[in-house]
């Protein structure tokens, strides 16, 4: 099945006359068991265990975990809490004191904070760099280091990362590689095929689609998610609640035919901002003036919905849309129905998140310039979108 069919169809249960056509909500914390079906340890847990309590396994999320994992071409997913239980979850499972993890310079805050103060605290060595350059990301590379992980495109500026690049790098030093493809969405790209190890999601985003559930996973080869399930979910305890597992299924559904309206809408965004006098640079994979478009030619079959510009005088710019716009919301997150528009002062987020000094700081202003403007292009009318911009910027 290709992928429209699969977000709708994938490991749907059997036909049995009587039971519901669409999957059922299970709010159940535990289920009946007897006393020679399960022992009391997470080491108990094998692939036959029956269903025994949520934390461990439930119903409505084994039903997300597995269209997940068929959406993305891999053995086996399992579902989080959020997008930052399930980086933080593989990052602790992968990693241990003495070795080094290799990250990408630019990456979602939230992950390069927790790599930066909470695994370097637990004696995990930490290193940034730009994983667009496969030369520099080799010269990286140290002995010791278990895990590369990359994010691509990159929230917020959008540069992209050459996965398959990338995964040739990382095992020829005898690591991993493990991709956050959050913005890519496995209707873009499929870092498994590429030679990813791991997949990592914010479903909180285009999963779910309409803003309104939290939620994480990791996609992998099955011993390797069941051994995570056992520490980053039975253990850390950040299991998704079934509601929101329940409101992501219902979103994946129409995750194929939403993204290929967010490129459309974003790629009319991003050609009316590119021709705007205010605006310094517009970045959008799709657009033939990003830096790194002739790989998102290779590695994207969709340039999905995230745009971000820079314009001089930025941080009365950003005022000025928060008070103006109509349509666009001024607010975080993306991937939702309704479009969002938010600013990232560069200074900020390069002290406070990404702690990057010398070259690589410079390279993200010349990148950025004073700040970022990201937009996620929602499914308005891209008319209404383009007026309501020119308005404010006006
Ligand atoms: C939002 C986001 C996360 C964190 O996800 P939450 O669901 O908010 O915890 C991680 N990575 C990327 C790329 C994101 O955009």
């Known amino acids: 099945m290709r992928p429209a069919t699969l977000a709708i169809h994938a490991a749907a249960p059997a036909r049995e006359i009587g039971t519901p056509v669409t999957p059922p909500l299970v709010t159940a914390t535990s289920f009946h068991t007897d006393p020679d079906a399960i022992g009391f340890s997470a080491n108990d847990l094998g692939a036959e265990a029956p269903l025994f309590y949520t934390r461990w396994g439930n119903p409505t999320v084994a039903l997300l975990e597995q269209r ?22 593989l990052l602790l499972h992968r990693l241990s004191p003495g070795s080094h993890l290799l990250l990408g310079d630019v990456c979602y805050a939230g992950v390069a904070e927790f790599a930066q103060e909470t695994l370097a605290r637990y004696g995990v060595s930490v290193s940034t760099v730009d994983m667009s350059d496969p030369g520099a990301v080799a010269a990286a590379m140290r002995p010791e280091t278990r895990l590369l992980h ?9 540069k992209l990362a050459d996965i398959t690049a990338l995964a040739g790098i990382a095992h020829a030093g005898g690591a991993e590689l493990s991709v956050d493809s959050t913005l890519a969405t496995p209707v873009a790209t499929r ?52 509601f929101a ?13 939403r993204m290929a309206l967010h490129e459309a809408n974003a790629g009319a965004v991003a050609r009316f901002l590119e021709g ?37 005088g930025d941080k009365a710019l950003a005022r000025q849309l928060a008070a103006r716009l109509k349509v666009w919301t001024y607010a975080v997150s993306l991937g939702k129905a309704q479009s969002l528009a938010f600013h990232i002062p560069s200074e900020d987020v390069l002290r406070a998140s990404f702690r990057l000094e010398g070259k690589a700081a410079q390279a993200y202003r010349d990148w950025t310039g004073e700040g970022t403007f990201r937009l996620s292009v929602g499914l308005e009318d891209p008319r209404d979108l383009i007026e309501d911009l020119e308005r404010a910027l006006g």
Not at 221 to 226: H, L, S, W
Not at 282 to 292: D, F, I, K, R, T
């Open 68 to 89: 997940l994992a068929a959406l993305e071409g891999g053995e086996a997913a399992l579902a989080f809490a959020s997008g930052m239980a399930a980086a933080a979850g």
């Open 245 to 257: 597992a329940w409101l992501i299924l219902r979103g994946l559904e129409t995750l194929p035919a």
């Open 191 to 242: 870092p498994l095929e590429l030679g990813a190890d791991w997949v990592v999601h914010s479903l909180t985003k285009y999963a779910c689609g309409h803003g309104d559930a939290l939620g994480g996973a990791v996609i992998g080869r099955a011993g390797g998610i069941d051994a995570l399930r056992k520490e980053a979910v039975i253990h850390l305890g950040g299991a998704i609640s079934p």
């Open 150 to 158: 990359v994010e691509t495109p990159a929230n917020p500026i959008l």
């Open 276 to 312: 705007h006098p205010r605006i310094r640079r517009v970045y959008w994979p799709g657009l033939e003036s990003h830096p790194h478009h002739a790989l998102a030619r290779r590695q994207m079959r969709n340039f999905s919905g995230m745009v971000s510009f820079s314009a001089d």
